[in-house]
T-cell receptor, first 114, second 114 residues
């Protein structure tokens, strides 16, 4: 069974631009979560989608948004990029919602903002 | 709000020695706890999870963790370190009402010397 696929793996953008990252979950998984990983702040939860609806949201500005499609694939968008948005963005999928449900992570998209 | 604290950002051991990575949690309700491992330029891989079924949890690659409610701890151990264990390890607690959002600790980098 294929794992979580994130595209692209690497991305360089200019400050002020916007970016869209894509995540294809494991087949049959309906929950998709996004995390930001930086050396300073560590791993921080961005948001979670289940059945095309945002179920949880972390403490990030409105420039960060996401969506989930009917096939469970998800995208996240960051508008008006800032230098501090440079990070590894990780997507995780789970077969269902639930606090005891393990998350399977993709390899991430490394975004560099210059 | 729930949180986890990992004591020691960097742990060094010799090959064959005991590995002990510390994690303490803060939660007003019975927690769901996880340990993940991250290799360079990779996503996160689940090592093990605690879901209240048993206090001693066995995971992959010879790792195990013991849930101690009295100490609010969930330390990760491995009897004999291997060079391939060198990686970054994250303790996490499941947050949110019903979702799978994870709150991560800052991580502990494990170095293994020959």
């Amino acid at each position: 069974k294929a794992g979580v696929t994130q595209t692209p793996r690497y991305l360089i953008k200019t400050r002020g631009q916007q970016v869209t990252l894509s995540c294809s979950p494991i087949s049959g998984h309906r929950s998709v979560s996004w995390y930001q990983q930086t050396p300073g702040q560590g791993l921080q939860f961005l948001f979670e989608y289940f059945s095309e609806t945002q179920r949880n949201k972390g403490n990030f500005p409105g420039r960060f948004s996401g969506r989930q499609f009917s096939n469970s694939r998800s995208e996240m968008n960051v508008s008006t990029l800032e230098l501090g948005d440079s990070a590894l963005y990780l997507c995780a999928s789970s077969p269902r919602q639930g606090k005891n449900t393990e998350a399977f992570f993709g390899q991430g998209t490394r975004l560099t903002v210059v | 709000a729930q949180s986890v604290t990992q004591l020691g950002s960097h742990v060094s051991v010799s090959e064959g020695a005991l590995v002990l990575l510390r994690c303490n949690y803060s939660s007003s309700v019975p927690p769901y706890l996880f340990w993940y491992v991250q290799y360079p330029n990779q996503g996160l891989q689940l090592l093990l999870k605690y879901t209240s079924a048993a206090t001693l949890v066995k995971g992959i690659n010879g790792f195990e963790a013991e849930f101690k409610k009295s100490e609010t701890s969930f330390h990760l151990t491995k009897p004999s370190a291997h060079m391939s264990d060198a990686a970054e390890y994250f303790c996490a607690v499941s947050e949110g009402q019903a979702g799978t959002a994870l709150i991560f600790g800052k991580g502990t980098t494990l170095s293994v010397s020959s």
